[in-house]
């Protein structure tokens, strides 16, 4: 009996950790080095398990990471790829847009077009970011928020 318990423990954990820790980007490993529109892969783990659910996130490149929490203080730029849906029971047992497995760095060494886009950068740090709305059996005002955000190495091949 304890030899199956044992066994049934170990494959859950090892399945745990197959499918990662909700809240966290798997791909792109941090400090990947990315070239100027070069894709990369890209996979996040939902907040998706017992008694949690995932809505939606939104994922970005930003080239600055946060400095403060206060409002005039917080801002970065950056790239919008889009917003996206995983599977998970109850909250979205059919999702209509999934991320897809890859996704395009934009290529920075190009003005971007529109008003205050003309910034160029190489051998720099950004952050790929993924916000993500979800929510648990604990219950709160609105959706839960969470960020993570993973390194990655643009246009070089180590961050200055």
Known sequence: MFAVLSIFLLALVSLAFAQGTPGTISEPAPYTVVAPGGVFNFSYNVHAD???SSYAFAVYVVTESPVSMSPADQFMSGYY???YEAENYP???YPQNPAPPNLTMPNFDLPQGGFGG?????NSTFWVMVLEEWDD???TI????AMA????IYNATTSS
């Open 81 to 83: 790829f889009g917003r």
């Open 142 to 145: 609105g959706r839960k928020i």
């Open 50 to 52: 017992y008694c949690k």
């Open 137 to 139: 059996c604990e219950g």
């Open 91 to 93: 909250a979205v047992p």
């Open 149 to 152: 955000a993973n390194p990655v």
């Open 118 to 122: 003309g910034n160029e950068a190489s």
